[in-house]
């Protein structure tokens, strides 16, 4: 492969790659809960009725709902070269907040601060990258 083609370690987004391979481990641990509690109760498919399932699922699928795009996002901007302090604390707040969603949604069917606290910390961090995104664009 010529060499113009292979990005150079320096332009790697080394936080991006921290911060997704948290949430990657976030979304394996979400996901083999749901099998869990799939095989306790013995549902092969959906959720059988059963609540915690029910919420084991959508906070699994919540979770992908928002990870991939906010991650992007600060992959973009890390790519395009703006601080390491904000590409942390969006990537920070991004894993928080998933985690406390995930924590809040699967303990209890009512609201709950963790569920609060995590979604507040996950929009916090998808607005922050989106509107940093399109300011970084119209200023380059």
């Avoid at 921290?18 to 749901?34: D, K, P």
């Avoid at 992959?75 to 406390?100: C, K, S, T, V, Y």
């Avoid at 809040?104 to 606290?117: A, I, M, N």
């Amino acid at each position: 492969m010529p060499d113009a083609l292979v990005p150079s370690l320096a332009a790697l987004p080394q936080w991006t790659l921290l911060y997704g391979g948290l949430n990657g481990l976030l979304s394996f641990v979400l996901a083999f809960r749901v099998s869990q509690l799939r095989m306790k109760s013995n549902v092969i498919f959906g959720d059988g009725g059963d609540g915690a399932i029910q919420r084991a699922i959508r906070a699994h699928a919540n979770n992908v709902e928002y990870v991939p795009l906010t991650l992007v996002l600060i992959g973009l901007l890390e790519i395009a070269g703006q601080p390491a302090w904000a590409i942390n604390a969006m990537g920070a707040a991004l894993f928080i907040g998933r985690a406390l969603h995930a924590i809040g949604l699967t303990s209890t069917e009512d609201s709950s601060p963790p569920r609060f606290y995590g979604i507040l910390l996950t929009w916090a961090a998808l607005v922050a990258a989106a509107l940093w995104c399109i300011v970084a664009a119209l200023t380059l």
